[in-house]
């Protein structure tokens, strides 16, 4: 194919057709098809040094943060390319090989792909390389060595891990291709996830199957187990290989909601996590902590519970602090998940205990409170104290977990502005916190009409922006809500429109550049907030990154550089807005990103330069870059 300048001068530079030290070439310049065409080169470069290797370490680097694509001849170039570094590397990264297959829209060329194949494989059979099982299974395919992979693959695995084993041999190389994706095996120059590849393993009704088995056989040894059907063994409930794949299972059943699930994890997840003696261990860490991860990618008001109620039956000493950690993290994480947030209780309880009544009250802030008849006490009742210990100990529990919860339920609520698609607001009818919002009520064709609570029936609805307001109706509201505790900021929302330099920039903005920042503090806030972003530190290449959110369908990026010599120190960089293109993004002009969305992006990086800001000596601040 002709190759643009930018990927020529790579490609000469990585083969040594070029040795000259022209103008360096920015390769995010280069398509995604050119991008596919240089990675076999950059796998052959080795450690070559000079402009090859620097040219090397850029396309790869490229092509950890941008989907590349491959043509059928760069798919069996990869293969060509692993083939040619068996001899210094004593290894093959088949997860790059694999990621081109699955990245080859017009149809990676299988049966020429079949010798390089089977050299790989016979190759890394040989040295008992078998870090990356699944993307040797999908090689193996190609090779015809199904055979004398599955003996070695399979061998002292337990029969859990065996029979996803043996599933997948019974798949052809595109699905087998398209599961090793999926699990996402260790590789340095592995590619960005596809983003749609959970949808595109949901269609593959034998693994969904599948995952309900391996789930149900998890829980049936469990149980067993616990009725002394089993030797009970600390931590050995489960054999090699097992927990991994009960852990793959529950992210696709969490992932699709599945209505079995929430009663098997309130079975499986306390059950796993206490023995069923009077030990202080339990029958799998491994296990419960791989389910606690899976609720961490795809969280929901029933497994959180079941994670609660695990915390709570385990003896083990340490048990309890791992998982108070996990669930700190799965909480915001539910946030972003809004049709299962949406899910969470209203939180309000009340209960007699004996002459006196114990309200959990959601209509402010979460409070607990104590009643006799019509009088509210000051505090819990020496009487009640005495007589029911346990219940008020669980009551003041609840009243914590009830206050997260009503947090959580606000941030899916705030997250509803960027949502891709209109969240179900509907369903928070009857919920105390809805009559404290404005919402907007689309009356007729493109008119919307705002009021507080969710009145207007049987019409779109949505949550009222100033963004979206005039400055007229914007100050008539914060009259109103004035002595209105609304959940979060809404009528006095800050607001962000796009300046006129940052329009002029065209694709980035600087609003935000150039502060000195604690690291270590923007990062909690990049999880909190629910960002991606890779931790930076003093390693090869990890001294400048970037974090990365959904915001509305785009993805917005905000870049941050160590300062070497700062410890704990980074500067900010830019903030920039990519729509899907090539089944990646691609950086757009700011001018075309919808307001609403620039806004609610802008506000957020904001918040992170605030909180996380340092004032600098003026003499060391300027020496930054």
């Not at 240089?38 to 040094?49: C, E, H, Q, S």
């Not at 002292?156 to 043996?166: D, M, S």
């Not at 946030?335 to 309000?348: K, M, S, T, V, Y």
């Not at 008539?476 to 006129?500: G, I, M, N, S």
Request: aromatic residues 8%; contains cysteine; negative net charge.
């Amino acid at each position: 194919m002709k190759l643009s300048s930018p990927a020529r001068h790579l490609l000469d530079l990585m083969t040594g057709a070029r040795q000259d030290p022209a103008p360096w070439q920015d390769v995010s310049l280069v398509s995604a098809v050119e991008l596919g065409t240089l990675i076999p080169a950059a796998y052959r470069v080795g450690k070559r040094p000079g402009g090859a290797r620097m040219a090397r370490f850029s396309t790869e680097a490229e092509a950890r943060t941008r989907q590349p694509v491959f043509t059928p001849e760069a798919c069996l170039d990869v293969f060509g390319a692993l083939v040619d570094g068996l001899p210094t590397r004593k290894w093959a990264d088949l997860f790059v090989g694999i990621g081109a297959l699955v990245r080859c829209p017009a149809g990676a060329p299988l049966e020429r792909l079949a010798e390089p194949a089977r050299t790989v494989v016979g190759f890394l059979l040989r040295e008992k390389r078998l870090d990356s099982p699944f993307s040797l299974l999908a090689a193996a395919g190609l090779a015809g060595l199904d055979a004398e992979v599955a003996a070695q693959l399979t061998e002292g695995r337990g029969p859990i891990a065996v029979a996803e084993v043996e599933l997948l041999l019974g798949w052809d190389v595109p699905r087998r291709a398209l599961f090793a994706e999926s699990v996402r095996e260790h590789s340095f120059n592995a590619f960005p996830p596809l983003p749609d590849i959970l949808e595109r393993l949901d269609d593959l009704p034998d693994y969904r199957d599948f995952a309900r088995v391996t789930l149900e056989t998890a829980e049936a040894r469990v149980a067993a187990i616990h009725a002394g059907k089993i030797p009970y063994r600390a931590d050995k409930a489960f054999a090699t290989g097992e927990k991994e794949t009960i852990g793959r299972a529950a992210r696709l059943a969490l992932f699709r909601d599945e209505p079995w699930l929430p009663e098997l994890l309130e079975r499986l997840l306390p059950g796993v996590a206490v023995a069923p003696t009077e030990a202080r261990t339990l029958p799998s860490q491994g296990v419960l902590f791989e389910i606690a991860r899976a609720v961490e990618d795809h969280p929901t008001p029933e497994a959180m519970a079941a994670l609660r109620a695990a915390r709570q039956a385990t003896r083990h000493a340490g048990v309890p602090k791992q998982l108070d950690r996990m669930l700190k993290r799965i909480e915001p994480a539910l946030a972003g998940r809004i049709e299962a947030a949406f899910r969470l209780p209203d939180g309000r309880v009340r209960q007699a205990l004996g002459e006196h009544t114990a309200v959990i009250s959601t209509d402010g802030a979460v409070e607990l409170s104590w009643w006799h008849g019509d009088k509210k006490l000051k505090s819990a009742p020496a009487a009640v104290r005495q007589e029911h210990p346990d219940e008020v100990k669980r009551l003041r529990k609840l009243a914590k977990q009830v206050q997260q919860q009503q947090a959580t339920l606000v941030r899916a609520l705030e997250a509803g502005y960027a949502s891709d698609t209109p969240p179900p607001y509907r369903r928070l009818a009857g919920q105390p916190i809805v009559d404290r919002l404005i919402w907007e009520f689309e009356v007729s064709p493109g008119e919307w009409r705002s009021e507080l609570g969710l009145g207007v029936p049987d019409v779109p609805v949505r949550l009222w922006h100033p963004a979206r307001a005039s400055a007229e109706e914007v100050a008539a509201w914060r009259d109103v809500v004035r002595e209105l505790r609304q959940p979060f900021k809404q009528a006095f929302r800050e607001v962000y429109p796009l300046t006129a330099a940052e329009e002029a920039a065209g694709v980035y903005s600087d609003r935000f550049a150039g502060q000195v920042v604690d690291y270590p503090k923007v990062y909690a806030l990049f999880e909190r907030q629910g960002w991606r972003a890779e931790h930076l530190g003093p390693w090869d290449g990890g001294g400048s990154g970037e974090a990365r959110r959904r915001v509305g369908g785009w993805q917005v990026t905000f870049s941050q550089d160590l300062l070497p010599d700062h410890d704990g120190h980074a500067v900010t960089g830019q903030v920039r807005f990519h729509r899907p293109a090539e089944g990646g993004w691609q950086a757009a002009p700011l001018a075309e990103v919808p307001p609403l969305v620039f806004s609610e992006a802008m506000r957020e990086v904001d918040l992170f330069v605030a909180v996380a800001s340092i004032d600098l000596p003026s003499e060391e601040a300027g020496l930054l870059p």
